[in-house]
């Protein structure tokens, strides 16, 4: 079974960083085609895509509003992603998830259906 566990999150001021780690269990790491990615989900709306990385080729995805603060990062030793986020916004105040799949189009790598293995999420709180 493929078990994906996020760590890290907390609540920061406005300005502040916080790290990420998620590790992945899946035998997806041996296919070119798999990828990983960070969600977000605030109260009352719907989930997001924040950022996405493709193992073999190492290619990155950012959402728009993160471009330039946040950065997606693996280690491929330790079979664990990180999310970087730096300058954080009151409204990246959010439930955060990671997410992996072994056959994701990267056409749709930041759609979030597209992803069928998907962690418990972790609170961040930014305040103003």
């Known amino acids: 079974q493929v078990q994906v566990v996020e760590s890290g999150g907390g609540e920061v001021q406005a300005g502040g960083s916080l790290r990420l780690s998620c590790r992945a269990s899946?035998?997806?790491?041996?296919?070119?085609?798999?990828?990983m990615g960070w969600f977000r989900q605030a109260p009352g709306k719907e989930r997001e895509a924040v950022s996405c990385?493709?193992?073999?080729?190492?290619?990155?995805y950012y959402e728009d509003s993160v471009k330039g603060r946040f950065t997606i990062s693996r280690d491929d030793a330790k079979n664990t992603l990180y999310l970087q986020m730096d300058s954080l916004k009151p409204e990246d105040t959010a439930i955060y998830y990671c997410?992996?799949?072994?056959?994701?189009?990267?056409?749709?790598?930041?759609?979030?259906?597209?992803?069928?293995?998907w962690g418990q999420g972790i609170q961040v709180t930014v305040s103003s």
């Open positions: 997410a992996s799949d072994s056959y994701v189009d990267s056409a749709k790598i930041l759609i979030p259906y597209e992803y069928n293995y």
């Open positions: 990385i493709t193992w073999r080729g190492h290619k990155t």
């Open positions: 899946s035998p997806g790491l041996t296919f070119d085609d798999y990828a």
